[in-house]
């Protein structure tokens, strides 16, 4: 030990080769050596392992990144590792096959990019999907790979959670979880309506059934609930607050199937009338009182209130859709053509060009003919009038000296049948003329076959009439196209007499508000209700007596005319009309009353089609 002592003081060139070796040696068994090649050796697996997880083409060199990098070609048959890397960690990114929580996808195809407001987003390259939530801007399209509820077979699906902000548009198909929607947000997700959260809305792609819908039917539902969401004005409004929507709408037909429509009260509305009054030319004179003279003008202010329901006010755009490319037809006496020029009015006001409403032949004035028709050109529709005050045929009867005895033809329905018996809507009414001399006393003036009875009871003409329509309705009208009303008796307000005794109702201003001042229900109209229940086609009845019962300040009476003859003039309070009716004025609430029975039925015709696609389907 000495000797060795003593030679590691002299100079390694003058030493021999056994003492340089040794001397080597000492020096690296010291121990601060050792530390520090030590270190050395983990700072150099550090830096492998920092470069592995954070390669960067900017400070990576060929060399170290042959270490690092997995190689893509087949390994050597010796099986050794393609990188240092993998020698140390044999877990990590190799040649091998990506796992299952790994998944890469490629670039999409080149399609149109999608528009956004506020953000413009390039293809991205292919890239391992990163499982932390994507987080979209307000108003930003997402274009994320689409998710199916269930994964159909050989599918590859994305498992990246999205979180969408408000004003957001989601344009993903198909997703495996149940995607939620904040305020303002459209969602067009298909084929399965997501759950929709806060104000978020799911418009998700129509299913098979709704897709073959036909364009029938969504015209049917399109017409049953756009105007019923309109504000009120004097043109168009149906009552409900927009904001109640489809739903409302829906909400409203039912309300009015459950509700006896005409049982209720008249209520002042300044909103009404329904149209402006001087502002249709085609109100015939006899029920144009403005123009007649009339001053008082509180009569146009009322409106039809059921007691258990709304009654939606006339929208006159809405009912020319109903009716477009169809025939409404009235069949009746002079009542029925007060109902049908008022019609004609709230019609024709809702119409921007009145030049393509007109009468088929031109005619102006709607007394004398047979028939008349309003063409609305804009909607290929037509709103017609056939006169038949008794619904069954006017006759003449041969004498044997060669004259004619005028009779009535109780099996024989009237003239014009034919021409009606196609009309999409037929609104039939009698009952006035059958308070007329000869038909009240009812001699040698009622006829069947070739028998005219010497006398009978006009209760049982009445009702033998009748019949013979019913019959004929059953025969000929298909109720699987046409709709069929019966307008109920419209109540007279002669006081001091009647029509042609110096009935008068001139004084009349306001409406009877107190019930225990109306009138018992005439006998006749229950001999129609017993003919209408025992029919085999449905027709609706439109019981209006008791509505028009009120209204005893609603008749034209001495402002039936503007020239008055020189009888009339010397004394006009012997010449007055208490069965007509002003227009505008109570003939308008019939027709609303119309409109809200068509809209039922066409709700019911709606729900009817939708329950035969359910079972055929």
């Keep these: 030990m000495a000797e060795v002592t003593k030679q590691q003081h002299l100079p390694i060139k003058g030493g021999t080769l056994i003492s340089d070796v040794n001397s080597l040696f000492s020096i ?280 258990d329901c709304t009654l939606p006010r006339l929208d006159g755009s809405h009912m020319l859709e109903l009716l477009r490319g169809k025939r409404l037809v009235f069949v009746g006496d002079s009542l029925n053509r007060n109902m049908w020029e008022s019609l004609v009015c709230i019609l024709r006001n809702s119409v921007k060009d009145k030049s393509k409403v007109f009468e088929a032949n031109g005619r102006t004035h709607f007394r004398g003919e047979a028939s008349y028709s309003f063409i609305f050109k804009d909607y290929n529709c037509t709103v017609e009038f056939f006169v038949s005050p008794f619904l069954v045929r006017e006759w003449e009867m041969p004498e044997k000296d060669g004259s004619k005895r005028e009779t009535l033809r109780l099996d024989l329905v009237g003239r014009s049948s034919d021409l009606y018996k196609d009309a999409d809507i037929v609104i039939f009414n009698t009952g006035h003329w059958w308070t007329h001399e000869k038909t009240s006393k009812g001699k040698d003036y009622y006829q069947e076959g070739s028998h005219v009875y010497g006398e009978l009871n006009v209760l049982e003409a009445f009702r033998k009439a009748l019949t013979t329509w019913a019959r004929w309705v059953d025969a000929k009208v298909d109720p699987k196209k046409s709709i069929v009303f019966f307008r109920g008796y419209s109540a007279s307000h002669f006081s001091g007499g009647q029509w042609n005794s110096g009935g008068q109702c001139d004084s009349e201003t306001v409406p009877i508000f107190n019930e225990k001042y109306l009138r018992p229900y005439p006998p006749k109209m229950l001999v129609l209700e017993k003919v209408l229940r025992n029919m085999k086609s449905h027709v609706t009845y439109l019981n209006i007596t008791r509505m028009t019962d009120f209204r005893k300040d609603g008749h034209p009476s001495i402002y039936r005319k503007q020239k008055l003859s020189k009888e009339e003039r010397t004394s006009p309070e012997s010449f007055q009309d208490c069965s007509h009716w002003c227009l505008p004025g109570v003939p308008d609430a019939w027709n609303e009353v119309l409109y809200a029975e068509l809209l039922v039925k066409l709700y019911q015709n709606k729900q009817q089609q939708l329950q035969q696609q359910k079972k055929r389907a």
């Design 28 to 307: 690296l068994n010291t121990r601060n050596t050792v530390a520090f090649a030590y270190g050395i050796m983990f700072a150099f697996i550090a830096l492998t392992v920092f470069m592995t997880f954070n390669p960067s083409s900017s400070y990576t060199s060929p060399y170290f990144a042959s270490i690092v990098t997995t190689s893509n070609s087949t390994t050597s048959t010796s099986g050794s590792s393609n990188s240092l890397f993998s020698f140390f960690f044999p877990n990590g990114t190799s040649s091998s096959p990506p796992q299952q929580d790994r998944t890469v996808f490629s670039p999409p195809p080149q399609t149109e990019p999608s528009r956004s407001a506020n953000t413009t987003a390039a293809p991205a390259a292919s890239a391992t999907v990163n499982k932390r939530p994507t987080i979209l801007n307000p108003n930003q399209t997402s274009n994320v790979q689409p998710i199916p509820l269930v994964t159909p077979k050989n599918t590859t699906t994305s498992h990246e959670p999205t979180t969408r902000l408000k004003n957001q548009t989601d344009n993903t198909h198909n997703s495996n979880k149940a995607t939620v929607f904040t305020a303002n947000q459209t969602g067009t997700t298909a084929p399965k309506t997501p759950v929709a959260a806060g104000n978020g809305s799911a418009d998700p792609a129509p299913n098979s059934s709704s897709a073959n819908k036909s364009v029938a039917e969504k015209g049917v539902e399109k017409n049953l609930t756009a105007p019923l969401l309109k504000k009120q004005s004097n043109e168009t409004n149906s009552g409900l607050p927009a904001e109640q929507g489809k739903q409302g709408s829906d909400d409203l037909v039912k309300s009015l199937m459950n509700c006896d429509m005409l049982h209720g009260e008249w209520v002042k509305d300044d909103s009404y009338p329904l149209y402006k009054p001087g502002s249709c030319p085609l109100i015939d004179e006899q029920f144009n009182c403005i123009l007649n003279g009339r001053p008082d003008k509180d009569y146009q202010k009322f409106k039809w209130k059921p007691k």
